[in-house]
């Protein structure tokens, strides 16, 4: 990234901050008591918070066994299709386990509900919810994330992980694109 891209963008959540919440996150979920637990991560948006978050949960005593699922609704736009497709499946079988659904961000509610209605039928015996961001607004689908890191603006975020046309995902901090 250049200077002057960097410049475009303002700072929503710093790195320091991200990761004081991402440990504050593990202890939540550790006390939920969640055993058997597999971590799905929703490929791609959620794989820095993802890897975070599976490292901090290893430091607050737990050892799940970790799978992934690319999901999209967006493709190279930054609004939803409002259709969600499986790109790439999990590997692993999910039947009678617990399952923390992993994610970026908990917009319309569309590919989280997707998830979490696809793994409900393929077994799963609980599945929680895990977002970073969390957006105010009315969902598409009725659903709110058991565990979230941030609550969110209404603004088109990148960084962390995000992207915009696959862009911006290595910044450590979520940011707003100020300009193009």
Known sequence: MTESESSNIDVIFSPEVINNRVHELAGEIRNAGLDNLLV??????????????????????LSPEVDFITLSS??????????????????????GR??????????????????????????????????????????AVDIEADFHAFDCPELFVVGYGMDVAYRYRQLPFVGCITRD
């Open 74 to 95: 967006y493709r190279k736009g930054t609004q939803s299709s409002g259709r969600v497709e499986i790109l790439r499946d999990i590997d692993l079988d999910v039947t």
């Open 40 to 61: 799905i991560a929703v490929l791609k948006g959620s794989f820095i918070f993802a890897a975070d978050l599976i490292r901090a949960l290893h430091e607050v005593g």
């Open 98 to 139: 617990n399952i923390l659904l992993v994610d970026d961000i908990l917009e319309s509610g569309r590919t989280l509900a997707f998830a979490k209605d696809l793994l409900a039928a393929r077994g799963a015996r609980q599945i929680s919810t895990c977002v970073l961001l969390r957006k105010e607004l009315n969902r």
